[in-house]
Structure formats: C-alpha cells, structure tokens
C-alpha cells in the first residue's frame, strides 16, 4: 500500500466525465492487483537501507587525508523486502514480448527463443573477458568466426565486420568504408543520396560522416523513383543508401538496376538491412549489387532488444570495400586455430579505416544469433521470411476494407503493412488510435514512420505469431478503426486503463527530466 507522502505524490486514477473508462478511484490508487508505484525517491528515506552496517566509529584514524564526506549525499534506500517490490512492481508496467503481441513495424520484435538464452549463459561465453588470452577462448572465438560465415553465406557477400553494435552503428562502419575507398583513390565525393521513405539513422549516418544529404523521392506505388535517382547520380555523389525491403513494407524490385547505375557513376551501394526478416534464405543482398549492408541481429536473429539495448549491427562487405573494414576481426589459421586480427600494421589487415569499438562486439548477442541459426537450420531460416510475409500480408488483407492501405494497390506487402488515418473523424488521428490500442492491451504499432504516409501506422507481426494471435489483433484493431472513423471522440482521453493516462511525449523526449528534485 502506497499512502500519500510528503512529495504530494497522488494515485493518477480520475474519474472521466463520461464516468464509463473509470470505476471508482481507490484510496490507494491501486486498481485490484495493478499496483500503483511512487518513485524511489518518493518512498524512501536516507536512514534506511537494505543492508546492516556496523557503526561507525568516529574516534578511528582514517586513510582518507582529510577528504572524509561531510554531508549526506542525499541517496534515499529501502528494506530488502520494499527494494524487491518496487522494482517487481515497475517491471510489471512495462510492456513487452514476453507478455502479448508487439506489432512495431521496422523493429521486429519477435519472440526471443529460450534456448538462445540457455547458450548465451553457458559460463565459457558468459563470463569470459575480451583480454583473455585468445588460447583460453576459442569456443567463443569460433562462435564469432562461424556467424560471420552464415552472415556472409545468408548475404552472398565475401566478408563481415563483426563489431558494430547496433543498426545505427553499422551504417556508420559502411559509410566509413565507403569514405576510406573514395579517399584511397584520391576520389573526394560528398553526397549521399537517401530515399525520403528512409529510417532517420540513414541521413543522420551520412552527416554524421561529413557527407551532404540529398533526398530520393518515391513513386506513387511507394518505391525509390529510379529515374529520378539516376537523374541525380555524378561525380559528386559518394553513394545512396537504400533499405529493402523498403519502410513501406515493400520490396525495391529495381535495386539491381539502381546498383547498376550507382557504380556505373563510380559510387556504392549501402543497403540497410534491418528488414532482412522479410527475405532472409530467399534473396541475397550480394546479388543485387550491395556493397555494404548491415544487419541487426536483435530484429531478424531473435536476439532481444528494446529499452535501448543490446544490440547488435555486423556489417557486410562486397570484394570492393572489404579491404576497409574495419578491426579487429576473427581469422581461422591453416592449423585450425582462431585468432583476432588487432594490429594496422601487417600483412593480415588491409587499408583498414579504423575501429568502431575497444573489443570484437556483443558476445552474448552473437552466441543468441548462432544458436537461432542453428535451430532453424538453412530451411527454416527461408520459413522465417515466408511466415513473416504471410502473416504481414494477412493483416494488410484483413484491415484494408476498413482503413486506408496507400500501398494495398501495389502488390503483396513485405513483412510489414502499412495504413494511413484518412477519412478518421472529427478530428482524431493516428495518435488517437494508438493511445485507444493500448486500452484494448496492445503495444501500438509504429506511427507516423515512413514519413511519406500521412498519419503512418506500421504493422510488423513477425512470423513468430500465431493465426489466432493475429486473429485477436484484427479484432482489436478494426474495432479502434470503427470509433476512428465514426469520429468516437472518447478516443481523446485515451488510454483509460493504463498506468498513466497521456503523456506529453514531445515535451519527455525534447526536455526530460532526468533527475528528482525534492518539492520541499
Ligand atoms: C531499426 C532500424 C535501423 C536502426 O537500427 P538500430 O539497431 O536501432 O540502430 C535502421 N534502419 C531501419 C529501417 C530500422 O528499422
């Protein structure tokens, strides 16, 4: 039970006007076993902590050289039992696979096999250290050498730099490939074209890198307009970077011929892989003429994410900038033995650009990686693109009656479908909609990405989802689309049933605030 306290802390629980969303507000601002939760600093006090302490004996020298604390620091603890529940109570506000569907689109967020998590605590991969002498470590150094392999297999490309931690991070580590062979030809490019459909980290990546960003519209059918593309290719375009399947769930039918074009003109190819779920065991990105292309092993390999992390980004390379990539990386000798390549100088690294990080990358996100590939199998792997298709396109087909489906036109989706919020009524959006699905127990889908839809929702099931899961989801959805159009302005107040009701979110992201400051 949580009373009020001196902070003026309150239960967040209002009684509405129209009475229907609320039942009575209780004393406690629990609602039955849904417990309300004040902050730490709210509950706790700075004479208590968890653990017993022996007094301190104020008469004794210390070592300290005169630098002894002279105020409290103002920390505030609670009991072991009190700790406990506090942050169980947190853990069960939040939202995740683990507990229902999760339909964000672009993210992949499907289930996270056990067994990924069994091998990634085997002790000789969970509690190894990146200086151990590499003799000590070679089961982990072949889990490293043999996931690059499947990537490069999976991809059609000759090599894989392993270290890049995230999408963001890989794209970076293409770029600077990209960069460092136009700079080794003497070649000082600097442009970047990105389709406007594009995920930010795609131009925010090619600034980040020096380069000028120029957009590629898209057609009405919502892929990259390729005469437009051609039309802007010249000596001063570096490269474009192109996702595919694209952000509107679509496959880029043309990227061989934009490949084409693009290294006609003397520039590469960067592909952001972060929708390889789609095509995975069906198309090899090396085929269609990519030079670099990153993977996130936390969306199509199962490995968890969220919340900011871990993840996981290997980049592949084609024979022209495989040279660049970036150190260490993992060699098998003639003998059998696997070893890290650290060093610039000698005849093992080429014109490397660099380093993208201190060691080789996320250990307990490769040996998760490896043990999904080798679960599935080669055969299975191609079954994930093809139940993530299927089940994509049965969302699209099962909502497009109802709601606007700007792409329904042109073809079966990809792994994702996309809707847009005309015709909603009044004035309700897409945001109304999402706010009114997590009522009805679902982590809304992605909204307002790509930006080239108005009021973009973007739904990924995931093959890991069932027909009846999905079933229930239609169900949910086509009901929120109903009050949406018939202009249900309730949808304004929503969500009624979650922790907190709307926050504003603009004002979270653009001035958190990121530490407690006591009302007294
Ligand atoms: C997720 C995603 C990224 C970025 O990957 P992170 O691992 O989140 O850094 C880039 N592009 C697209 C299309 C994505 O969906």
Known sequence: MNAPNKSGWKPQMEVTEDGLHNGPMTTTGNRALMLEEPLIFEIGHSETTGVDLPEIDESAPTRLAGVERSEPIGLVGLTE????????????????????????????????????????????FADIHPLAPQQSVQGALQVIHELGDWLCKLTGMPSVAMSPKAGAHGELCGILAIRAAHTARGDARRVVLVPESAHGTNPATAAFAGYEVEDIPATAEGRVDVAKLKERLGPDVAGVMITNPNTCGLFEKDFREIADAVHEAGGYVYCDGANFNAIVGRVRPGDLGVDAMHINLHKTFSTPHGGGGP??????????????????????????????????????????????????????????????????????????????????????????DILYAPFADSGPCMHEALFGDKDFGGDLSTLDLAKALIDEGYHPMTVYFPLVVHGAMLVEPTETESKASLDQFITAFRSVTERALAGDETMKQAPYYAPRRRLDETAAARKPKLSWTDPE
């Open 81 to 124: 039992p009190e700790t406990v529940r506090h942050y169980t109570r947190l853990s069960r506000q939040n939202y995740g696979i683990d507990l229902g569907f999760f339909p964000l689109g672009s993210c992949t967020m499907k289930h996270n096999p056990r067994l990924n998590e069994k091998m990634a605590r085997l002790p000789g």
């Open 311 to 400: 993840g996981s980004g290997p980049v592949v390379f084609s024979e022209a900038l495989a040279p660049y990539a970036p150190l260490p990386f993992v060699k098998k000798s003639d003998e059998g033995e696997y070893y890290l390549v650290e060093e610039e100088s000698g005849d093992e690294c080429g014109p490397t650009f660099g380093r993208m990080t201190a060691f080789h990358g996320q250990m307990g996100m490769f040996t998760r990686a490896l043990t999904y590939m080798l679960s599935h199998g080669a055969d299975g792997l191609k079954q994930v693109a093809e139940d993530a298709v299927l089940n994509a396109n049965y969302v699209l087909r099962s909502l497009e």
